[in-house]
């Protein structure tokens, strides 16, 4: 009899890719997926830890699990990726009825695990480091256009509000021929599109040695070798380190027709004193230069972040050197958060009273969201009249098709919401968070 399975991902596009490829082992193991847990053998929470009031959220999850898993004893309950890793045995202690425990390094061993959950009882595999780069597994991608291509993983900063470090380990980097055959692959399959990922992405290759070469590949080697790959027809990456957008990266986006026109610039805070509490490399100062020597080489290039507001001893003077910054920054988008502590970071040995009170993180985080809509509707409103080539993700709000554009923008417009196919459009009206359009014609597929 088949065997379904029920797969929840929680968190970042680097939990993604690692569902598509729990999803891939499982699917070569002959299991199909089912959305009903009632009906699943095996069900996999995917967790991360970087979401506030993760840890809850999952105990809530397996709370609804225990009844199902009473009324059928052949399902086997897994918890993967970062909370896994972090909290390790203290799952299974809260919550008996869970067969497996598996790291963000132990993907691999997954069918193993559960294998052996049916035969002797429940299992555990957090190791600490990876043996097998996760992207030689087979992935399952609910997308035939775009794909997550895995350079990297782990993290070599440690950034003080940050858990990665600690859940992914260091920076592990894939051998640059490894990247190349995979998406070679991808481009013989119909995929158009890539993003590459990492946790720190234009650090990629710093951990590398190749025999005989005092060099190592460097990112923006791997950017214009991806960029020869026939059939790929656009390449994002995500996320980089302002820090680490060196010159030579900067060239090869430039000199790289494939590479899409968009940057996540994370400046976290405008104020050099959060960033030094933050342990961020760089100051103000410092990132509007990068930003600026990056506008110069790459003229239409759209430009979005992250802004955490209310970081432990954030003052009102510190709240309004990020608010100039993003004034003079003048962002595409900005991904905003709410300073919350997270268990195991640098920043959660704060005391309470160092904390900003939280109506104070509420209003500035409005008074931030307030200026960025207008700037984000600003920059959009700088797209009316001009004709941009959409990629269809497929049909967005209210019958429309749905798209985005080589800045990263989410365009609406009527027309086939084909997706994978390129359409040329024309914008005619600007929204802070998307573009409408008309559909031209078909900029080949
Ligand atoms: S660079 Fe990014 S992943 Fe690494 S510690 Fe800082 S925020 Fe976390």
New binding site residues.
């Given amino acids: 009899m088949t065997r379904r399975y029920l797969l929840r991902t929680f968190g970042c596009q680097m939990n993604e890719h690692d569902s598509e490829r729990i999803a891939g082992l499982l699917s070569a193991e002959g299991m199909v997926p089912t959305e009903e847990a009632e009906r699943a053998e095996i069900v996999v929470l995917n967790t991360c830890a970087v979401r506030e009031n993760a840890d809850n959220r999952l105990y809530g999850h397996l709370g609804h699990l225990r009844p199902l898993k009473e009324r059928n004893p052949r399902m086997r309950v897994v918890v993967a990726g970062c909370l896994a890793q972090k909290d390790r045995g203290l799952i299974q202690r809260r919550a008996p009825w869970v067969d497996v425990v598996i790291g963000t390094h132990a993907l691999p061993a997954l069918l193993d695990l559960i294998r052996r959950a049916e035969e002797e009882g429940p299992q555990m595999d957090v190791r600490e480091f990876t043996e097998v780069f996760p992207s030689a597994l087979p992935a399952r991608r609910e997308v035939a256009h775009h794909a997550w291509v895995s350079i990297a993983v782990g ?1 070599d ?3 003080t ?2 858990i ?2 600690l859940v992914r380990g260091p920076q592990l980097s894939r051998p640059i021929g490894d990247v190349l055959a995979e998406v070679q692959g991808l481009a013989r399959r119909g995929v158009v599109e890539v993003t590459l990922l990492g ?2 992405v234009n650090t990629y290759g710093r951990d590398i040695t190749i025999p005989d070469s005092p060099r190592k590949p460097l990112f923006a080697e791997l950017l214009r070798a991806v960029n020869g790959v026939e059939g790929i027809r656009r390449i994002r990456f995500t ?1 980089p ?1 302002p820090h680490d957008f060196t010159p030579d990266v900067i060239d090869a986006m430039a000199g790289s027709e494939k590479v899409c026109e968009h940057i996540h610039f ?1 400046l976290q805070s405008g104020s050099d004193r959060v960033l030094r509490a933050m342990n961020r490399s760089y100051r103000s100062a410092r990132y509007l230069s990068w930003l600026e020597r990056i506008r110069g080489a790459i003229p239409e290039v759209a430009v979005s972040t992250d802004v955490i507001v209310g970081f432990p001893g954030e003052t009102e003077e510190d709240f309004r050197a990020t608010l100039d910054v993003v004034a003079e920054a003048r962002f595409d988008q900005a991904y905003t958060f709410q300073y919350s502590p997270r268990p195991g970071t640098a920043a959660f040995q704060v005391p309470p009273e160092e904390h900003v009170p939280k109506q104070v993180v509420q209003e500035r985080f409005d008074r931030l969201l307030t200026l960025q809509e207008e700037i984000s509707l600003g920059r959009n409103r700088e797209l009316v009249g001009r004709t941009v080539e959409v990629l269809v993700e497929g049909e967005g709000r209210k019958g429309r098709a749905q798209g985005r554009t080589r800045g990263n923008k989410v365009v609406h417009f009527d027309g086939e919401p084909a997706p994978g196919r390129f359409v040329e459009v024309e914008v005619v009206a600007a929204h802070p968070h998307h573009l409408s359009g008309a559909a031209h014609q078909p900029a080949g597929v």
């Fill in positions: 993290c900063n440690r950034c509000f940050c990665v470090p946790q720190n996320s380190h994370p």
